[in-house]
């Protein structure tokens, strides 16, 4: 009798190869039975819509991305730029179906220009998008006035991220190009720029993804003459277009 037990192994393999590095999505039943809940964001709190770019097969940091994200309880996916359309039509019959959980989209190359896409065609169907983050697009996108927040990781200076009719958001375009051992085939694998994302993903859950944090309660003005004038900080992130690259993640909070 011959034995077959070696055919779940070939079957595996085989599916590796049709489909490509195993997703985010895919381990995302591993992950929920090995997290504690008390560290973890509820899953409704968001999704995270990851995108690659060309050829399923580059952008990899997207993957180690969305493992990072769903080691803090939020749940996160991971797809080809090519599906943007596809997967902004479901986020649209969910939002219609009653699902308004924040919406969340990070891309990496031809998968950053798809997010900004993807983000004006959610407008179009006015769903709200509370934060876009581009790692290295292709070129200069409009953000639209559905999106909360842009926050633009590049190394090109031609692929900044501008304001869009309609646009009252935060929108950030940090520079990367003098930071040593970023470029374009790198920069969504960079533990630093993980961090920082991670960072401000959290914060705009906490937020329940609106568009600001809720007000806080000012002190009484005193009866005195105005002080002089302050210079501002030096910036580190241009919600007009130019950029200074951070010095650590703290920075682009």
């Known amino acids: 009798m011959r034995n077959w037990a070696f055919l779940p192994v070939v079957a595996l393999i085989l599916a590796v190869i049709a489909n490509g590095p195993v997703s985010a999505q895919n381990t995302a039943s591993i992950e929920r039975s090995t997290k504690s809940p008390s560290k973890r964001i509820a899953q409704s709190a968001g999704h995270v819509y990851l995108l ?3 050829l399923n097969v580059f952008s990899l940091g997207m993957d180690d ?4 994200i769903q080691a803090r309880g939020i749940s996160a996916s991971v797809h080809n730029h090519s599906e943007w359309q596809t997967l902004a039509d479901d986020i649209i019959a ?4 009653g699902n308004r959980a924040p919406i969340i989209l990070v ?9 900004m896409f993807m983000g004006e065609y959610l407008g179009k169907n006015r769903v709200p998008v509370a934060l876009i983050v581009p790692f290295d697009g292709t070129g ?5 006035s559905n999106v909360a927040r842009v926050m633009n990781l590049t190394q090109r200076d031609y692929a900044h991220m501008r304001r869009g ?16 051992g970023i470029d374009h085939v790198n920069i969504d694998k960079s533990a630093r720029l993980h961090t920082m994302v991670l960072n401000k993903i959290q914060a705009v859950l906490r937020r329940g993804g609106s568009r600001t944090a809720a007000p806080k309660a000012q002190p009484a003005p005193e009866a005195a003459a105005p002080a002089a004038p302050q ?3 030096a910036a580190t992130a241009s919600t007009s277009g130019a950029s200074t690259a951070p010095t650590d993640a703290s920075s682009t909070r």
């Open 52 to 54: 690659r770019g060309l």
């Open 65 to 68: 991305l969305a493992a990072k």
């Open 94 to 97: 969910k939002y219609k179906a």
């Open 107 to 115: 891309g990496h190359s031809l998968g950053a220009d798809a997010v």
């Open 140 to 144: 200069s996108f409009a953000a639209s």
């Open 165 to 180: 009719a309609g646009f009252r958001g935060e929108l950030s375009n940090i520079d990367m190009s003098g930071q040593p």
């Open 231 to 233: 210079s501002p900080p």
